[in-house]
């Protein structure tokens, strides 16, 4: 008895903090829609996104376009299919690594950053001053880090798209004899374009979900330097998990047919 | 402990100039298990400098920020105005509190912003002021408070404490508000930039005909910036009176308190060495 009830309490629990969370959104989002906006706020979380992020998510698609190139090469050599090689790249980054991948890295760098910026805020009653002078936290704060979220991750991840195909490139003509112009031309020829669009498609829920969950548990965060800390950490656990579940959710709606 | 003096002034009830401008009646509001504002009734009138004295931990800020809606008391009412703002929200909420300016005890300057944009902040985000124009006068209100225009450009982090605190008070009366709470306005500044201060306060509320409410520990301050003086214990108002009258208030917890005597009815939590 004693365990259906503890099994009882943990669902209940999870109940409550899964409406909390929507009700935060669903306050987010209706403060995206409505003016007034800042424009400032929301410029430099798109620098800070899109910009400052590219180092690194540039760098997780080369590397992974590398090395997609280099396995399934002496994969595919098994059965004589290497041809398939540059299928095989551009498909992979553009349907699944690219997002992910990305996806992932933002959470780490942007998530926590928000976590940690609002949870800061938090604890030193920044975010009361500001509602003492008029200013809505969640405009202020949580609207122009989800707006940018949900509009840069999937410029961020067209990006590392092309990246990650020339990082496949360069290992497929340079380290593996491939001719330049026929690794191309297969690279194009079973491309389609919802390869490419349900890829920003997830990036920008993936955007959306690393901005709401910095935004969250910064926010509720609360006792100081150690609060704040948890914050970050649930942050970015939370908001790696949900990329991954929403990875699945978001392929089985584009390609269920196939 | 409630039917303790009142000091035998008019300020509770709304004698004098109509209706209160701040009005608490039995507000409540308890952490958990623990009670912090047990029913507390307080009357500041329009254009009057209310300052509260209470020893640490008894509520103090709490009800500074119950009045402002950033904390939402458990029951009672809060009037401004003679309104009740207690179940305000969202816009409703954003408009009153446009009639506030606020010191945060802990300063709560922006640290992503320069200084001036702090001192600015309401009048850029609240009034649609040119960033120019606001600049302009976040560099008088500095003035004001003894800051340089250097110091506009600093950040938070770059000032000293009591730094902070100015660049705090002045943001508070940037906008030139209604109603201005000070908590704990003089605390970590040298005696005379805490007179400096108070003369300020002081000019609030004469010169801009605002309501003055101030949290202090500072006895030398609460005399010079108080009209009336109110007293927290255990979550309640146990004795409001004229500032004249807090050296002779006959009672014996505003007594201690004013002295600073550590024997008497107040007992402090503390266990000998
Ligand atoms: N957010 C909170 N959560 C839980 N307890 C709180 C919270 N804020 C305040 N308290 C408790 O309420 C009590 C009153 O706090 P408050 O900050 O109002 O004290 P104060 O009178 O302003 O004291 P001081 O003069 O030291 O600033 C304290 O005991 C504190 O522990
Ligand atoms: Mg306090």
């Avoid at chain 2, 009209?227 to 006959?250: E, L, Q």
Wanted: proline letters at 4%.
């Amino acid at each position: 008895m004693d365990f259906l009830a503890t099994i009882g309490r943990t669902f209940l629990v999870f109940l409550n903090a899964t409406g909390r969370l929507a009700m935060f959104a669903g306050l987010g989002v209706s403060h995206c829609l409505r003016p007034p906006y800042y424009l400032r706020q929301i410029l430099r979380q798109m620098i800070d996104i899109g910009y400052y992020s590219l180092p690194v998510v540039g760098l997780t698609a080369l590397f992974t376009g590398m090395v997609l190139a280099l396995q399934s090469h002496s994969g595919f050599a098994r059965f004589q299919a290497e041809g398939a090689i540059a299928t095989v790249v551009v498909l992979s980054i553009t349907r699944e690594l690219g997002p992910v991948l990305g996806g992932l890295m933002v959470a780490g760098r942007i998530g926590a950053a928000m976590a940690a910026e609002i949870g800061t805020m938090r604890v030193t009653e920044q975010i009361d001053a500001l509602s003492t002078l008029s200013t809505n936290p969640f405009k202020y704060l949580v609207a122009p880090r989800l707006i940018a979220g949900l509009t840069m991750l999937p410029i961020l991840v067209l990006v590392a798209d092309i990246i990650g195909v020339f990082g496949g490139f360069l290992v497929s003509v340079y380290r593996l004899d491939f001719n330049p112009a026929s690794y191309l031309q297969r690279t194009w020829e079973f491309l389609e374009p919802v390869d490419v669009i349900s890829g920003l498609v997830k990036a920008a829920v993936f955007g959306f979900v690393v901005a709401l969950m910095g935004c969250y548990f910064g926010y509720h965060s609360k006792g100081g330097a150690q609060g704040v800390g948890q914050a970050t950490t649930n942050a970015v656990v939370a908001a790696s998990i949900m990329i991954l579940v929403f990875n699945y959710l978001l392929t089985g709606i584009f390609f269920s047919d196939k | 402990m409630s039917d303790t003096t009142n000091g035998g002034t008019e300020i509770n009830g709304a004698a004098g100039n109509g209706t209160p401008k701040i009005a608490l009646r039995g507000v409540h509001k308890r952490f958990g298990q623990k009670v912090v504002l047990d029913g507390i009734d307080l009357t500041v009138n329009k254009g009057e400098s209310m300052v509260v004295i209470g020893g640490s931990g008894t509520g103090k800020s709490v009800m500074l920020k119950c009045i402002l809606g950033l904390l939402h008391p458990d029951s009672g009412q809060i009037q401004v105005d003679g309104e009740n703002t207690t179940h305000l929200h969202g816009r409703d909420r954003e408009k009153l509190l446009h009639k506030f300016g606020m010191l945060f005890q802990g300063a709560a300057l922006f640290d992503s912003l320069p200084v001036w944009e702090n001192v600015g902040f309401g009048l850029i985000q609240g009034e649609h002021m040119p960033r120019a124009k606001a600049k302009e006068i976040a560099i008088a209100k500095l003035g004001a408070v003894g800051l340089g225009p250097e110091v506009a450009e600093l950040f938070p982090a770059e000032l000293s404490g009591g730094m902070q605190k100015r660049v705090g008070l002045a943001r508070a009366i940037a906008d030139e508000p209604d109603i201005i709470f000070f908590d704990e306005p003089t605390t970590g500044l040298d005696p005379i930039m805490a007179d400096v201060i108070n003369e300020l306060i002081v000019q609030c509320v004469k010169d801009l005909g605002a309501t003055a409410v101030t949290i202090t520990h500072d006895m030398a301050s609460a005399r010079k910036i108080a009209d009336h003086v109110s007293m927290i214990h255990k979550g309640r108002i146990i004795w409001t009176g004229h500032a004249n009258d807090i050296d002779h208030s006959g009672n014996p917890y505003v007594d201690q308190f004013v002295n600073g005597r550590a024997e008497g009815p107040i007992k402090m939590q503390v266990r000998a060495l």
